[in-house]
């Protein structure tokens, strides 16, 4: 693999064929940029990591036939010292440490040379990720996601670089990894050809703001239990107005901060 003098080596996902391994392994064997692909990319101090789930299943199938290319960058390589350290103590004192801001801006700006689009810093203090914003990734040429490690990043590197803080929940997680895979899988699966039915994506749970209708298939009876008779009865227009209520009924109970929000959308129609 080709380097700039002095640059970091990154990974590049997006051409070979995958396959399961305990050792995670380079899918490029170079760093060309795939022509109108969408580009991920995750600085990280687990590079290894990656692709991970991302190279199975639906996502793995579109990242081996280049509907979209996963690039990893080594927050380790742009360390400090002899032991390339990458964090320091908090000021003020406190447990943990902190993410240095020198160390990230110049990883920062090794990543912003290769991949255009907005930085998303995952941390538990952002904003918590949904539809809508897996929806608006999916729409950018690309995204870079920062992962967060021990006590979090010095925040001057947020504020000097406008970062989005995103959140994948309300809870903690020992790193943001785990939380980058699965943004970046609502994301992928979004994107033209990667899901063999599109509508697939429209009739999921939050697309329309409401939760997903149950599903149902054969056999027809299972365990004394029977598929609704209007599922059965090819009355297309029956089998919609029973799915729209199963949702609004779902939503309604499982999830009232939905169901207020998908009230006030249509009030204000």
Known sequence: ?????????????????????????????????????????????????????????????????????????????????????????PAGGGAGMVLRPDVMGHAIDFAQRRVPGPLVYLSPRGRRFDQKMAQHWASLPGITLICGRFEGLDQRVVDHYGIEEVSLGDFVLTGGEIAAQAMLDAAVRLLPGVLGNAE??????????????????????????????????GHHGEIAKWRQAQSEALTRQRRPDLWAAHQAGKDSK
């Not at 749970?205 to 598929?227: C, D, K, M, V, Y």
Request: glycine letters at 8%; zero cysteines.
């Open 1 to 89: 693999m080709s380097q700039t003098p002095g640059t970091p080596p990154t990974r590049s996902h997006g051409r070979k064929t995958i396959k399961a391994t305990l050792k995670p392994r380079s899918l490029m064997e170079d760093d060309d940029d795939l022509a109108r692909a969408w580009r991920a990319q995750v600085i990280t101090l687990f590079p290894e990591a990656f692709p991970g789930i991302l190279g199975l299943s639906l996502t793995g199938k579109a990242l081996k036939d280049e509907l979209w290319q996963l690039q990893t960058v080594n927050l380790r390589d742009f360390g400090m010292g002899k032991h390339r350290n990458v964090d320091d103590t």
């Open 200 to 233: 697939s994506a429209v009739e999921e749970s939050h697309s329309s703001g409401l939760l997903e209708h149950p599903q149902f298939t054969r056999p027809a009876e299972w365990n004394g239990l029977t598929i609704p008779d209007v599922l059965m009865s």
